[in-house]
């Protein structure tokens, strides 16, 4: 099985499009392939229309679990997403991966925990690819760990070139503390291939890494956004597409490229290693695992997700009072709410009327709403569209607020449900990724949602 790592700690560059779509043309090309998400967001599994609500249990399990022998149960995680393609989903519980005290006696081997659970199951498969979150932390660690290979996508825009010398740095820095070699490649994506700009950008990136640019290209398509919205691989939604064929193109090259003596050698130190942590563990493969080898984890202390929510959690719990309580958790924003929820177990119920304010994202005020964006080195331009301009495709322009460190714009939109999309570097509108709702639009990208409530009147007391 040769393990390839998708890795950029930059967001919106195409990894887990990338990774979707590699993963479902290896499986189409009757390759058996398993796509592992070690994102906490978990958009592979709705890129490829797997229900959130229906995954109980994700990759954490096994990153959490001491396996040195396959365990039947495992296999119960994997989704069947194609013929012969699978995959081990994510929940949102894999953050505590990340951060938490998992109470281990021992935590050496916390970046090898994907690397042994692949060893387990390489002769299952022929490809594995693994698509990382946007940061370097444990779960990069562990796919970088346990890859043959890296494959980096870089988005060939304005920044393309500063940001792919830095994230080869980087990576170089993470393999180095690894203390194993590792091939490392780029692959340009999002590609504007009628854009002087962005042609010379390609070039800048070829002369300055040689054969570690990939050669072929993934051209930005509309059919891709159109594919990811209705959760299918682009080969599925338009087979004949431009789109599709520039992904057939990229599994030409990962089939057709020979692992170098770097990847080679690596495979067989996995397998040496895998082979010396058996021999620790005489325990013959025969045998049952214990019933614990593989558990929903329980921490025997409280995670913490970050020291402002870990302090609202304390505040709440010992609150008398439950609206105060309910009044402390509007404190934090939608995301930070979700993984309070997830820390804090069944002791302490959460009474919240509205959801919590968030600091991005479209952000009701009273009589106005202020769209907010971070500041971002990628954007250029940054406006909103929706109704209130007549989905505009140039939208109404946010304006720089220094201060914030954030793009903003207010409008005085009514109450009701407001449909809206961002464009960002006059690029065709696409969803606000801070939003805390959206609406899936058949053969578009799809519309954020932001719920403006009717202003509340109040009586005076006579």
């Not at 070039?203 to 919205?229: K, N, Y």
């Amino acid at each position: 099985m040769r393990t390839i790592a998708i890795v950029n700690q930059k967001g919106g560059c195409g990894k887990t499009t990338t990774a979707i779509n590699l993963s479902a043309e290896l499986a189409h090309r009757s390759l058996r392939t398993l796509l592992v998400d070690l994102d906490p967001q978990g958009h592979c599994a709705a890129g490829l229309n797997v229900p959130e609500k229906s995954i109980v249990r994700g990759v954490e399990v096994v990153l959490e679990s001491d396996l040195r022998y396959h365990d039947s149960t495992v296999d119960d995680m994997l989704w069947e997403v194609g013929s012969g393609l699978k995959l081990l989903p994510s929940t949102v519980q894999l953050t505590r991966f990340e951060s938490a005290d998992l109470g281990m006696d021992d935590r050496k081997d916390r970046d090898r925990r994907l690397e042994r659970f692949l060893a387990q199951i390489e002769d299952d498969y022929d490809f594995c690819i693994v698509d990382c979150p946007p940061a370097i932390g444990w779960l990069t660690f562990n796919a970088l760990r346990a890859a043959d290979e890296t494959l980096v996508p870089v988005e060939t825009g304005y920044f393309a070139l500063r940001g792919a010398i830095r994230q080869a740095e980087t990576i170089a820095s993470v393999v180095e503390k690894i203390g194993r070699p590792l091939d490392f490649f780029m692959l340009p994506t999002l590609h504007d291939e009628t854009s002087t700009r962005s042609e010379n950008i390609l070039a800048s990136l070829r002369t300055r890494f040689g054969d570690e640019v990939v050669p072929t290209v993934i051209r930005d398509h509309e059919s891709i956004r159109e594919a990811t919205s209705v959760g299918q691989p682009v080969r599925e939604f338009a087979p004949n597409s431009e789109a599709a064929s520039d992904f057939a193109a990229l599994a030409d090259w990962v089939q057709g490229h020979e692992q170098t003596e770097i990847a080679l050698e690596r495979a067989r130190r996995r397998k040496a290693s895998i082979q010396a942590q058996r021999d620790e563990d005489p325990r013959p493969p025969v045998q049952e695992p214990p019933p614990d080898a593989i558990r929903e984890f329980k921490p025997d202390v409280e995670p913490e997700v970050n020291s402002r929510v870990a302090d609202l959690l304390h505040r709440v719990k010992t609150s008398p009072d439950q609206e105060a309580s309910a009044a402390l958790i509007t404190q934090v924003s939608k995301s930070d709410l979700d993984r309070a929820k997830a820390a804090r177990g069944e002791d302490v119920p959460l009474v919240v009327e509205h959801d919590a304010s968030p600091r991005f994202g479209a952000i009701p005020n009273g009589k106005t709403t202020i769209f907010r964006q971070p500041v971002s080195d990628e954007i250029e331009s940054i406006s909103v569209t929706g109704a209130f301009c007549g989905w505009s495709t140039k939208g109404t322009p946010m304006a720089l607020n220094a201060k914030e460190g954030a793009y903003e714009l207010v409008l005085e939109l009514p109450p009701g449900r407001h449909e809206y999309q961002l464009v960002i570097n006059e690029r065709p509108p696409a969803p606000d990724e801070h939003a805390l709702e959206s609406k899936p639009i058949l053969g578009c990208a799809p519309h954020s949602i932001v719920v403006v409530e009717p202003a509340r009147t109040t009586s005076s007391a006579k």
